[in-house]
């Protein structure tokens, strides 16, 4: 993980599924660890969506306010 990872987390979409064009971040936990248990899928998309489970598994998603201020959503 990197900072850019982070980053992305606020800008980046879902892009398929039931959330499809939902922020990556704004993502419901038992949708992230329904993926940890079926397996993420590879790539880009697949490292992010694990991110966000542990930043979400471990009460960490206040650490990610900054970075939303910083990328407010589109009006």
């Known amino acids: 993980m990197n900072a850019d990872d982070l980053e992305l987390l606020v800008t980046r979409t879902m892009p398929y599924g039931k959330y499809r064009g939902r922020l990556i971040a704004d993502l419901p936990g038992p949708y992230l660890h329904w993926f940890a248990r079926q397996g993420f899928p590879a790539g880009e998309i697949g490292r992010l969506l694990a991110l966000m489970r542990e930043i979400d598994h471990n ?9 939303r201020a910083k990328h ?4």
């Open 72 to 75: 407010p959503p589109p009006r």
């Open 59 to 67: 009460g960490l998603s206040d650490l990610l306010k900054p970075l």
